[in-house]
Each structure stands twice: as structure tokens, then as C-alpha cells.
């Protein structure tokens, strides 16, 4: 069986090592980062989106309308790790199609349980 695979677009680099840490123990979970939108973009298809709202070329909700008008995006379960918890925000994100919204500084555990929730089996 194939790992699965996880993009996590975020341009910080101390944000994608921690994320790394916590998912390198997972051996059937690939972990692909992008720090710009447009390479998130780019990185082809995957089984999960985890996804930073202030991206350097692009905002958040940018973002996930292009990526929605991908081939084989439609049905990739989104999570949202971002700084900018304000709950109009969040309601904007769900309605564009994200599963599961992460203030920073997340709690690991929380992290880990949304990934195991909505990663595909």
C-alpha cells in the first residue's frame, strides 16, 4: 500500500519543520510542503490539504477557490492552520469546503486527531 499524502502549504519554515516532526512518525503518511500558493498550486494532487491562510503571493480563500477547479480536488479534505481565528472568517472557509479550522499555536493532539479523522483509509 501507498503512504498517503499530505500538502501543507505554508510559507513559514518553523511552522512546516514542527508539522514535519509530528507527522515523520507516521510511516504510511507522506508529508509535501509548499511555501508559496502557487507551489501548493502546482504539487499535484494529494489525499489531505492542510493549509496556512497568509500566504506570501496569496490569501487563504484565494487559495482554495483555484484549488477547487483542480482535477482530483474536489473531494481532498481541507484543514486550516492559521493565526487568524475570527469566526466570520471560519464560516467563509467552511462554505469553501474546509473540514476542520486550527488557531495557531495548535495543540499537537488537536493536529493529530484532525489528521486521523480526515486523512482517507
Not at 519543520?17 to 507551489?39: E, Q, S
Not at 484565494?62 to 480536488?73: P, S, V
Amino acid at each position: 500500500m501507498s503512504p498517503k499524502c499530505i500538502l501543507y502549504v505554508e510559507d513559514s519554515p518553523l511552522n512546516q519543520h514542527l508539522v514535519r516532526a509530528i507527522i515523520a512518525p507516521w510511516l504510511d503518511v507522506k508529508l509535501t510542503t509548499a511555501a508559496t500558493g502557487a507551489v501548493g498550486l502546482a504539487a499535484g494532487p494529494c489525499d489531505l490539504l492542510m493549509l496556512d491562510l497568509n500566504l506570501p503571493d496569496m490569501c487563504g480563500e484565494e487559495f482554495l477557490l483555484r484549488w477547487r477547479k483542480l482535477d482530483n480536488t474536489k473531494n481532498v479534505p481541507i484543514i486550516v492552520i492559521s493565526g487568524d481565528s475570527l469566526a466570520d472568517r471560519k464560516e467563509q472557509l467552511m462554505a469553501l469546503g474546509v473540514k476542520h479550522f486550527l488557531a495557531k499555536p495548535f495543540d499537537v493532539a488537536d493536529l493529530e486527531d484532525a489528521v486521523n479523522r480526515l486523512l482517507p483509509s
